[in-house]
């Protein structure tokens, strides 16, 4: 068994244009004779490796805390993909509940809508959104208002194309409309 940690270190990792960076402060520091450390945070849910919820881009969609665990688990398929991802290029992964794609890739309006009817659950990629460098809005739409799960900000470089275990747990953020998420990969266990 291998376990591959797909997940961008949060303070180094890539943010989407106009985003808060995340960051960081000491609040307890041993190193100042405090008796423990502790850190708190300041970030965008949207950074880094996370998860998309509905309420993204639905106004009255489903927010994280209320997601199914059940599609952020389980068996999956990583698969090369260059430019836009259209519904032709999703055709033969029918039936594939967990798609990540890898590469310098993004969906295509008709690769967002195609999902649900081909039974593609969760579809995760390494670019910070899944329109890529177009307009977020319709793609987003079209994948989310269908219940869609979207894993942004993978990190796939080191990964072979296969099948694979998938665990991408989002924090638990009442409300929220993401979270970011430690997503692994475990080769050699579950079936597609």
Same mark, same amino acid.
């Given at each position: ?11 180094? %990792? ?21 008796? %423990?450390?502790?850190?708190?945070? !300041?970030?965008?849910?949207?950074? #880094? ?26 068996? %999956? ?5 260059? #430019? ?28 967002? !809508? ?66 970011? %998420? ?11």
């Amino acid at each position: 068994m291998r376990i591959y940690d797909i997940t961008q270190e949060l303070f180094s %990792c890539h943010v989407y244009p106009g985003d808060l960076a995340p960051s960081f402060r000491r609040v307890s520091d041993m190193n100042e004779g405090k008796v %423990c450390n502790i850190t708190e945070l !300041e970030m965008n849910a949207h950074n #880094g490796t996370h998860v998309d919820a509905p309420r993204h881009f639905v106004k009255d969609g489903i927010p994280i805390e209320a997601l199914d665990l059940e599609t952020l688990t389980g068996p %999956c398929t990583v698969t090369c993909f260059d #430019g836009g991802i259209t519904r032709e290029k999703l055709l033969p992964y029918r039936g594939t509940a967990r798609l990540l794609a890898k590469g310098n890739c993004w969906l295509e309006l008709d690769g967002a !809508e195609a999902l649900s009817e081909l039974g593609i659950r969760l579809f995760g990629l390494e670019n910070q959104s899944i329109a890529g460098d177009n307009p977020p809005t319709p793609v987003h739409v079209a994948a989310l208002s269908r219940g869609i799960i979207a894993v942004e900000g993978l990190v796939l470089s080191e990964v072979p194309e296969g099948d694979y275990f998938l665990f991408a747990a989002p924090l638990k953020l009442a409300g929220s409309d993401g979270s970011p %998420c430690r997503a692994l990969l475990i080769e050699g266990i579950g079936e597609v």
